[in-house]
Structures are given as structure tokens and as C-alpha cells.
Nanobody
């Protein structure tokens, strides 16, 4: 069983930055694809970025590739999402998710086996 706990959400103005953290426990982080998904009220939960440190594969959706950076600290069992130049359209609840398989598979098929509880990100002036 993989446990995922998010932190780092908050409220920022447009153009600001936040770093989300996902603390991973229960299994060796390297063998799992870990991703960030986001959801707004009334909408589907959509993938944002995914990573698997086993083979250093990373996947980003269009629209965040130049602003967001996903990374893994295997020693601290944590996956980060650095978000820069935030826009009001980035406002959402952000969820950490995990699954066996590649980073691309997790982000494209969007069917993780494990979810965190989410952290709210609000971008507003």
C-alpha cells in the first residue's frame, strides 16, 4: 500500500510561485510513477505532471511545461512540483497520485492506484 501526503498549497497572486510536496511511504519510491493531478469543482481530475525516478522519465501536459518542474528526492521519499508564473487558471485542488508503470502511462491513462487527499492552490489578485 502506497501512502501519499501532499503539502505546500496556498494562495498567491498571478505570477507568483508555490512548491508542492508529496511525501511517499509504504514502498520504494523509485519503482512507482508519481504524478500531480488537479481538479476544480464540477470538473474531472486531470494529470499535470508525472515522474518515475527508476528511469528518469518525466511527463508534462501542455500549458505547464515551461512553468512547472517536477522532481524527486529519493532520500527524503518526496516528489515536488515547483510551480512558477502561476495563472488564475492554475487554481485547483492538487492531488498526488501513484501507480506502477511509466510516468507517461500514469499521466496519459490517468488511472493511478493510489491518491493523496489533496492540497488547495488559489491564484488570484
Amino acid at each position: 500500500q502506497l501512502q501519499l501526503v501532499e503539502s505546500g498549497g496556498g494562495s498567491v497572486q498571478p505570477g507568483g510561485s508555490l512548491r508542492l510536496s508529496c511525501a511517499v511511504s509504504g514502498h520504494t519510491i523509485q519503482y512507482y510513477a508519481i504524478g500531480w493531478f488537479r481538479q476544480t469543482p464540477g470538473s474531472e481530475r486531470d494529470a499535470v505532471s508525472c515522474i518515475r525516478s527508476l528511469d528518469d522519465t518525466i511527463y508534462y501536459i501542455e500549458g505547464v511545461k515551461d512553468r512547472f518542474t517536477i522532481s524527486t528526492d529519493n532520500g527524503n521519499h518526496t516528489v515536488y512540483l515547483q510551480m512558477n508564473n502561476l495563472e488564475p487558471g492554475d487554481t485547483a485542488t492538487y492531488f498526488c497520485a501513484g501507480a506502477l508503470g511509466t510516468a507517461e502511462r500514469l499521466c496519459v491513462l490517468q488511472s493511478p492506484h493510489y491518491w493523496g487527499h489533496g492540497t488547495q492552490v488559489t491564484v488570484s489578485s
